[in-house]
């Protein structure tokens, strides 16, 4: 009973530390080996690639207003993961003072810039969208 008991806390310990906010310093030191070397495997090329493949899955086609009209995020063609992740690397390693700030602010940014992905008006079509307007 006593080592399921510390079993149990240990699991719950992990996954209060791993629902921490992921800042832009933090991804970086993540993504340092994968920027550089994309045959990388190591644990935190791991994580940066698959916290880029879960922000893209929400963010593409994800609709929001701007002063009451819709717009949505697509990604441009022959974009991949591999080709984000070294300008948010770059981005990031040139602009400290970013370093502790959220990520949707600062990949929106980075991705946007490059023309990676694109600002589009209109109603887009994401797994995220809680609802579609009626008149669409």
Known sequence: MKIRLLFLLVV???FAVSAKAVT????KQYCAAFA???TDKSANSTFCVGYFDGWIEAVNGRTFLIDGKPFFFKFAGGFTIAKA???FY???NAHPEVEGKGLDDVLTGVLLDSKMMLLLPGWGESAFQLHAPKDK
């Open 12 to 14: 719950s310990s992990l």
């Open 24 to 27: 832009a310093g933090k991804l």
């Open 36 to 38: 550089f070397d994309q």
């Open 85 to 87: 992740i070294r300008p």
């Open 90 to 92: 770059e981005y990031v």
